[in-house]
């Protein structure tokens, strides 16, 4: 992401073609392939936007800007920008009303919202759920690769709880219906970008934020993209249906465009269909390792509404949130239901695919078998392996070994000890027990492991010895903690002697199988943990918090600060920008840094 700026005029010289940028229209395949995976809508001119973030590096990786394009927002593809997004569906209840809209205003073609199944929903079968205020700007097929591109904010469509719950269609900006008004507010935007693009520069499977446009009160069209935003929740309510022929249309599709894009390889000799299964298991035990490893709360559950299908990524990150600790009970009181916890995540995504692999004997079939029958499909067995091979991974990871060596040693050294070790401290919760929260009920987790593992690499290079019981709890004790927490047991002081025994054992014995000595690899590992175990890590609170602080901020009402503010935040939070005086806005970005490490801890 680098910095916008604005020119008063244009020259001959600057203008560029933004014919690409334009062509995003509401056409895709998928109206065209699939039958009745969405709602049509036409929709009109939005007046009123200004362009308050637009993500120059991903516009050139769609290929929808030339790669040469200045980052600059000029007025040239300012505009382009709110032509092609700044929308309102002309919804039932429009049309009800008889609102007449000017012609000039109408866009030419139908934009959808896509249906899928939703818990919020009482239909089990998605014949009243899906998109509520999004829709489907089309795709993009770029010189790469094809993407998917969807706006959130754009008009209350019929697939909305509101509407499901009250049998009535809403008027679009409605104050008095919340979700089902079809709004979205700029600060869910901003606070999107900010995570969304930490977590891409960490290597997390996510959509990313294309473009947010603003508007009086705080509004926003919070534009998404995506090399395959289809989620299981597309494909599962065919499964519950009982529509084959639809239901084998969208995963063609799908399966295609992931070979298309070169996101997945085919065997040779196997199965197209055994290829979508393959896939999709390795995608969810990598992902569902990645959250439990790095504490992402991601509310997993049999619809598949949350989640992405194609790499098991983040989507819709008001429903995401990144933990400081292990906060094992925390659970998001929805109104009617409770959110999965965070170590519950695996037993949902497993059911997931017990899902998938129902759906793929469907497709073969065509006959529809009993869920219970696919309990321990070869699918859902090879899930759970493949899900313990991922922890053991990012569990190496996280003691700071890179992608390579984890590869390489994972299948070679003995984890298990130290792993059941770790994890003791990791999810031990305070002796305070469960509590109300103001979204739901949580515990609190009593150490810090990111702080050990970053702070005990160092301290043995310079002392040669493990931590005492009072050395461990001031160096890695939580904020959250009560004093009798700290009060160890002589099980848990060994347990403490035993993980950092099983530590340095690990890492000499790394050290033989990478070829290299121990001083040399624990210097390495403890250099990358410093980075990976990074002391103010981003936070759901934290990032709600640096939210409220940037939109507070006056001059941010001036959309070139609002941006700069931003960018500067991502920038220095993932290292791209190495000192606060390289960036344009250094007093706020110091705020901004103090704010995370207040909230470094919470959930």
């Not at 300012?78 to 205003?105: L, P, V, W």
Request: overall charge positive; charged content about 30%.
């Amino acid at each position: 992401m680098a910095k916008v700026t604005r020119k008063p005029k244009e020259n001959k010289r600057s203008q560029q073609n933004y014919d690409k940028l334009c062509s995003i229209n509401g056409s895709h395949e998928l109206w065209d392939k699939v039958d009745d995976i969405g709602v049509p809508y036409r929709a009109r001119k939005r007046k009123g936007a200004e362009v308050a973030y637009f993500n120059f590096a991903l516009a050139k990786e769609m290929g929808v800007i030339p790669q040469n394009h200045p980052e600059i927002l000029t007025n040239d593809l300012e505009k382009a920008i709110i032509d092609t997004f700044s929308i309102t569906i002309i919804n039932e209840n429009d049309i009800q009303n008889g609102r007449r809209f000017k012609k000039s205003d109408v866009k030419e073609n139908f934009y959808y919202a896509t249906r899928y199944l939703q818990l919020q929903h009482e239909s089990r079968q998605g014949k009243t759920s899906g998109d509520g205020r999004s829709i489907w700007n089309g795709q993009f097929k770029g010189k790469d690769a094809t993407w998917d591109i969807t706006s959130c904010g754009t008009g209350a469509t019929c697939l909305s709880p509101a509407t499901a719950k009250s049998g009535k269609f809403f008027k679009s900006g409605d104050p008095g219906v919340s979700y089902g008004c079809g709004t979205a507010d700029l600060s869910d935007g901003i606070a999107a970008i900010l995570m969304s693009e930490v977590f891409n520069h960490y290597g997390y499977p996510t959509e990313r934020t294309l473009a947010v446009l603003r508007y009086p009160g705080k509004q926003s069209i919070n534009v998404r993209a995506g090399k395959n935003l289809i989620r299981p929740a597309h494909m599962f309510r065919y499964l519950k249906m009982g529509k084959v022929k639809e239901l084998r249309a969208l995963v063609n599709l799908f399966i295609e465009r992931q070979l298309h894009n070169r996101s997945w390889r085919r065997n040779t000799g196997e199965h197209l269909y055994d290829t979508f299964l393959t896939n999709i298991c390795d995608a969810f035990a990598h992902s569902t390792a990645l959250f439990e490893s790095f504490y992402i709360f991601c509310w997993l559950d049999w619809d598949g509404d949350n989640i992405l299908a194609a790499d098991a990524g983040i989507l819709d990150y008001g429903s995401v949130r990144q933990f400081g600790l292990f906060h094992k009970e925390y659970r998001y009181d929805d109104d009617d239901r409770w959110s999965t916890t965070i170590g519950e995540q695996k037993l949902k995504a497993r059911h997931i695919i017990q899902n998938f692999a129902q759906l793929t004997d469907f497709i073969k079939t065509g006959t529809k078998k009993p869920i219970e029958q696919f309990k321990d499909h070869p699918s859902v067995l090879d899930f759970a392996k493949r899900f313990e091979h991922y922890k053991k991974y990012f569990l190496l990871k996280r003691i700071g070994f890179n992608s390579k060596q984890a590869e390489t040693l994972v299948p070679k050294l003995q984890l298990d000890t130290y792993q059941k070790t770790f994890e003791y401290f990791e999810r031990l919760q305070s002796k305070k027990g469960v509590y109300k929260v103001e979204d739901g009920v949580t515990s609190n987790a009593v150490f810090c492991m990111k702080d050990f593992l970053r702070e005990f690499p160092q301290h043995y290079m310079r002392t040669d010895k493990y931590y005492t019981a009072k050395g461990f709890t001031e160096t890695c004790g939580s904020n959250y903690a009560i004093p009798e927490d700290f009060d160890l047991s002589s099980t848990q002081i060994q347990k403490l002697n035993d993980l950092q025994k099983e530590y340095v054992s690990l890492l000499k014995r790394a050290s033989k199988l990478l070829g290299t000595t121990f001083k040399k690899l624990i210097l390495e590992v403890t250099m990358r943990s410093s980075v990976v175990n990074r002391y103010d890590r981003i936070t759901g609170n934290g990032v709600m918090c640096v939210t409220d602080r940037i939109m507070s901020d006056k001059k941010c009402h001036h959309n070139r600060r609002l941006f700069t503010a931003i960018k500067d935040f991502v920038e220095y939070h993932t290292g791209k920008t190495k000192t606060r005086q390289e960036t344009k806005n250094p007093g706020l970005i110091k705020v901004l840094e103090s704010i995370l490490e207040e909230n470094r801890e919470e959930i």
